[in-house]
């Protein structure tokens, strides 16, 4: 089992920046990551990292979003900069283990007003 924990949503206007952090308990992962779903919407993949340093981001947020990790504290980062009203959604991390499941974090709220 893997918990995780998120920080870093919050209020911000558009053009700004915000960061959120994923803590996992245990650092048994191939892929680390984060989605988001807004309201009335899917659930849609925003960027992952493997464990061999290869992301995959989603269009929508390619040159303004970078994910980045700290292995020695089992945690993942996503820096959003020149954020939009578009990418307001609640935002999950995303692991899989390195056996195959997948462990999802309860979700941290960004908003971005215009």
């Known amino acids: 089992q893997v918990q995780l924990v998120e920080s870093g949503g919050g209020l911000v206007q558009a053009g700004g920046s915000l960061r959120l952090s994923c803590a996992a308990s245990?650092?048994?992962?191939?892929?680390m990551g984060w989605y988001r779903q807004a309201p009335g919407k899917q659930r849609e993949l925003v960027a992952t990292?493997?464990?061999?340093?290869?992301?995959n981001y989603a269009d929508s947020v390619k040159g303004r979003f970078t994910i980045s990790r700290d292995n020695a504290k089992a945690t993942v980062y996503l820096q959003m900069s020149n954020l939009k009203p578009e990418d307001t959604a609640v935002y999950y991390c995303?692991?899989?283990?390195?056996?195959?499941?997948?462990?999802w974090g309860q979700g941290t709220q960004v908003t971005v007003s215009s």
């Open positions: 245990r650092s048994i992962y191939s892929v």
């Open positions: 990292l493997t464990t061999g340093g290869i992301t």
């Open positions: 995303y692991l899989r283990s390195t056996y195959g499941y997948d462990y």
